[in-house]
């Protein structure tokens, strides 16, 4: 489908056959979308560098036999990725990358300043909780009394799996690729951009799926927006976030939630889109 934004096209990537599910789909060179499906529309990708690959993000728990096919059916049924790589540490990034982490042999790297919720750190989860976290999950949390959280959060904990890259540095088994810190909707989440031909990476700092509206996200709208509110730690960081990504201007915007857009008019949807959060 193509849909018209800023004045230009905009197209929206598809699998080559609908309920294909299962099957990443390359949309552009050597970089695999696996999704989106479910109630969240969820996205994970493949990046094939050199003769190895990684993962960035890891979907929910529930994902994790989907991940591993699509993994085999793209690389073979013994490869190994070089790293995972999260955008953030939520539930529906982050959900599978332990035992996949455990089953593969490598590691989970994420920013340092998301460190603290991927080893379920309770006083940090406090301090960069969204409004959901803040008003309902984290006092459920604190009412059932310290060891039953305490059994809680090691269960979401990625533990010793979860390791930390220097964003300025090159990105782990990402050769060409560069870490883009994008903080708002998490203190550490970042994107990941391919200068070489603007594929960015965006995690749920921009996303092609309207998230922030009932109607978007009981009748998985597509549509260009910022994370959503409800599990945003910071709404004004995100909006400078989606500024910053704007002016890497895309050829491929690929996001945590929707199908992945590409086309000329790429570059213009996402600048408009940045223009018209700053207004807010
Ligand atoms: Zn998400």
């Given at each position: 489908?193509?849909?018209?934004?800023?004045?230009?096209?905009?197209?929206?990537?598809?699998?080559?056959?609908?309920?294909?599910a299962?099957?990443?789909?390359?949309?552009?060179?050597?970089?695999?979308?696996?999704?989106?499906?479910?109630?969240?529309?969820?996205?994970?990708?493949?990046?094939?560098?050199?003769?190895?690959?990684?993962?960035?993000?890891?979907?929910?728990?529930?994902?994790?036999?989907?991940?591993?096919?699509?993994?085999?059916?793209?690389?073979g049924?013994d490869?190994?990725?070089?790293?995972?790589?999260?955008?953030?540490?939520?539930?529906?990034?982050?959900?599978?990358?332990?035992?996949?982490?455990?089953?593969?042999?490598?590691?989970?790297?994420m920013?340092?300043?998301?460190?603290?919720?991927?080893?379920?750190?309770?006083?940090?989860?406090?301090?960069?909780?969204?409004?959901?976290?803040?008003?309902?999950?984290?006092?459920?949390?604190?009412?059932?009394?310290?060891?039953?959280?305490?059994?809680?959060?090691?269960?979401?904990?990625?533990?010793?799996?979860?390791?930390?890259?220097?964003?300025?540095?090159?990105?782990?088994?990402?050769?060409?690729?560069?870490?883009?810190?994008?903080?708002?909707?998490?203190?550490?989440?970042?994107?990941y951009?391919?200068?070489?031909?603007?594929?960015?990476?965006?995690?749920?700092?921009?996303?092609?799926?309207?998230?922030?509206?009932?109607?978007?996200?009981?009748?998985?709208?597509?549509?260009?927006?910022?994370?959503?509110?409800?599990?945003?730690?910071?709404?004004?960081?995100?909006?400078?976030s989606?500024?910053?990504?704007?002016?890497?201007?895309?050829?491929?915007?690929?996001?945590?939630h929707?199908?992945?857009?590409?086309?000329?008019?790429?570059?213009?949807?996402?600048?408009?889109?940045?223009?018209?959060?700053?207004?807010?």
């Amino acid at each position: 489908m193509d849909c018209r934004a800023d004045g230009r096209v905009v197209v929206v990537t598809r699998p080559r056959r609908e309920g294909t599910a299962d099957l990443a789909r390359e949309i552009a060179s050597d970089v695999f979308c696996l999704g989106p499906w479910g109630r969240t529309q969820t996205d994970v990708y493949f990046v094939r560098a050199g003769s190895s690959w990684v993962l960035i993000d890891a979907g929910w728990a529930s994902d994790l036999s989907r991940i591993q096919r699509a993994a085999a059916s793209l690389f073979g049924a013994d490869s190994r990725p070089a790293a995972i790589l999260l955008t953030h540490c939520h539930p529906d990034h982050a959900g599978s990358a332990r035992p996949l982490a455990l089953a593969w042999g490598c590691a989970v790297y994420m920013h340092p300043d998301e460190l603290p919720l991927a080893t379920a750190d309770f006083a940090a989860m406090m301090a960069s909780a969204g409004p959901l976290d803040r008003y309902l999950i984290l006092p459920l949390m604190r009412a059932m009394g310290r060891r039953r959280r305490e059994a809680v959060l090691a269960r979401s904990s990625l533990g010793d799996v979860a390791c930390t890259f220097e964003p300025g540095a090159d990105v782990p088994g990402l050769p060409g690729w560069e870490c883009v810190p994008t903080p708002g909707h998490t203190p550490g989440h970042v994107s990941y951009f391919r200068p070489s031909d603007r594929v960015l990476i965006t995690g749920d700092a921009v996303v092609t799926l309207q998230v922030n509206t009932w109607a978007g996200l009981l009748l998985q709208q597509s549509g260009l927006s910022g994370p959503p509110w409800y599990t945003t730690w910071s709404p004004r960081a995100a909006r400078e976030s989606i500024g910053r990504l704007a002016r890497l201007e895309p050829a491929v915007l690929a996001g945590g939630h929707g199908r992945p857009i590409t086309g000329v008019g790429t570059a213009g949807a996402v600048s408009a889109y940045a223009r018209s959060t700053a207004d807010q």
